[in-house]
């Protein structure tokens, strides 16, 4: 009897102590000012943090909901563009038994929960069996999602800092992306308007311009060029049979024979390359056995290797798509 009752004097002084202990208060993170005009895609940032000896220290930061904990001393916090709410990235949400609140049942999980965050906590304690509940690993818990502590660990890492230094990073990473992507005539012009003024972006530009150019001389090419004349019925009506074999078989021939011109005129082409010579691309800067390295552009260091048999004369047009050379129709 003794016993039980310095027991339960005990817990009273410190469920007590509890009540009467107040948390320290923590300033909530200001955002800092933006150094970068870009805007996450997604509408966040996710950033995986980790806490080991030496305390909390991040890992990764994406613009995407791409990262994954793989330990549990790790946590994903899920940053909105104006950095005015921060909460944790859950595998599993799990459905709040009240406005935050979620009833909890104390496991070895490695899937990432509101119970399992190191960034849930019990309730204060409103009397001694509450106390007593939560020491006791075998009874389901309420926990809910502390914001105080989300923000002491944000302040501490200085979480809004770091996303705006990678901000550069995504920038440069979507400007690549859309370069690639960037296929028809109103595709490039977009792309070049857009980063007309990004210094980063500059041989990607040269490039973008280069390929309008290309696209729109194709273009004009098939505008200019002469329509043939439509036959009429009563032109085919009054030419015989054999005669319209004829033709046609001098038609094919000639074309034939243009084709095995161009073919052998562009041959001799490629095997008298050499150093200095204009191609359909620019100028050959160095040759190597199998490919050619080409100044794609006179007034500055941009140039890409092209292989020999895929170089044409001047003139046969140079395009580039998604950032591959695409070599004009041979026959």
Not at 224 to 244: C, F, G, M, N
Not at 268 to 290: H, P, S, Y
Request: hydrophobic content about 30%.
């Amino acid at each position: 009897m003794l016993y039980k009752t310095i027991f339960y004097t005990f817990l009273s002084s410190l469920f007590f102590a509890g009540c009467v202990s107040q948390q320290p208060q923590v300033k909530a993170p200001k955002a800092p000012a933006s150094k970068s005009d870009y805007v996450s895609q997604s509408g966040y940032y996710y950033a995986l943090i980790e806490k080991n000896k030496e305390g909390w220290k991040i890992l990764e930061i994406e613009d995407k909901p791409v990262v994954q904990r793989k330990f549990t001393n790790q946590e994903i916090l899920r940053v909105t563009e104006s950095y005015d709410n921060v909460y944790p990235h859950f595998e599993d949400e799990l459905k709040p038994i009240k406005l935050n609140y979620y009833l909890c049942k104390e496991t070895n999980s490695t899937k990432y929960t509101p119970c399992t965050t190191r960034f849930s906590t019990l309730p204060e304690a409103q009397n001694v069996s509450q106390l007593i509940a939560h020491a006791d690993d075998n009874v389901a818990k309420y926990k809910y999602i502390s914001k105080t502590e989300i923000d002491r660990v944000v302040n501490t890492i200085k979480l809004f800092d770091a996303i705006e230094a990678k901000k550069e990073v995504f920038k440069f990473a979507l400007c690549q992306e859309q370069f690639q992507n960037a296929a028809t005539t109103d595709e490039l012009e977009e792309f070049v308007k857009k980063y007309a003024d990004y210094e980063k972006a500059n041989e990607m530009l040269q490039l973008a311009n280069k390929n309008l150019q290309s696209l729109r001389e194709s273009l004009l090419t098939k505008q200019e060029a002469p329509q043939k004349p439509s036959r009429t019925y009563q032109d085919l009506y009054h030419k015989s049979e054999q005669q319209l074999e004829r033709d046609n078989i001098y038609l094919a021939k000639k074309e034939e024979s243009a084709i095995h011109q161009h073919a052998n005129s562009v041959e001799a082409f490629r095997k008298k390359l050499q150093v200095g010579m204009q191609t359909n691309c620019g100028t050959i800067l160095e040759l190597d056995a199998q490919k050619a390295k080409i100044s794609l552009d006179e007034k500055s260091e941009s140039h890409q290797w092209i292989e020999r048999r895929k170089i044409f004369p001047k003139g046969e047009g140079c395009r580039f798509v998604r950032g591959k050379y695409i070599a004009p129709p041979s026959f």
